[in-house]
């Protein structure tokens, strides 16, 4: 059952909006941290305005909440889980660009290429969350559980490969600007791996961001 099909009757046209945007918004975000990460690892050269992709995401963002509030506005008492989970996604994706501009800028701290055998484990781990984009904007815009659920142990994986890569850096003989560098761009990998895990628990667990009041 695809998003949509959620819906009951006619679709909003506000929300049919909004969902445009999330796409735009993580397509934006995969290109960027293509960019940003493909920088920082393999030294590649920066032909990419990564501050307009930024600005993309964020203006999409404002409008996701715009259209959702304006639709609850007009109708608070429709689809108010898929609103939920629009404003959801909509953050994640705002912060997965945050992330890619971090690792653009830890670049600029770099005094040499970026090297060795515990790059080439970062490299791998860029790679295969740089696979999970588009798994999970397929798995949220197609409503698939099944797909969800394996971007989710996708990532459970990575998170623990990525511990192992944190455990070798803290042992590492790596100058002190490697060690910064390298353990700055592991961690935004990780990061970014993290906020599209819970795009994909959108899915699985469309209120998981909706805590209980102790």
């Not at 588009?134 to 490969?161: P, S, W, Y």
Request: hydrophobic share 45%.
């Amino acid at each position: 059952m695809g998003f949509l099909d959620f819906f009951t009757g006619n679709q909003p046209p506000l929300i049919i909006d909004a969902l445009d945007d999330v796409k735009v918004m993580l397509d934006t975000g995969r290109d960027l941290f293509a960019a940003s990460s493909g920088r920082l690892l393999e030294n590649e050269i920066l032909d990419t305005d990564l501050s307009a992709q930024e600005a993309v995401i964020r203006k999409r963002e404002q409008s996701v909440r715009r259209a959702v509030l304006e639709h609850l506005n007009i109708d608070p008492k429709r689809e108010l889980v898929l609103c939920v989970k629009l404003l959801t996604v909509a953050q994640e994706a705002e912060r997965i660009g945050y992330l890619g501009r971090t690792m653009e800028k830890t670049a600029t701290l770099a005094t040499a290429p970026r090297i060795g055998a515990i790059v080439d484990e970062i490299r791998e781990l860029r790679t295969r969350t740089l696979g999970q984009f588009n798994a999970v904007r397929d798995c949220f815009i197609e409503g698939d559980m099944n797909k969800a659920d394996l971007a989710q142990k996708e990532q459970e994986a990575i998170a623990e490969v990525l511990r192992e890569v944190f455990a070798r850096l803290a042992e590492s003989e790596l100058s002190a600007n490697q060690a910064v560098v390298c353990t700055v761009g592991a961690y935004s990998i990780g990061r970014v791996g993290e906020h599209m895990a819970s795009i994909a628990r959108c899915v699985t667990e469309p209120l998981h961001r909706i805590r209980p009041v102790s």
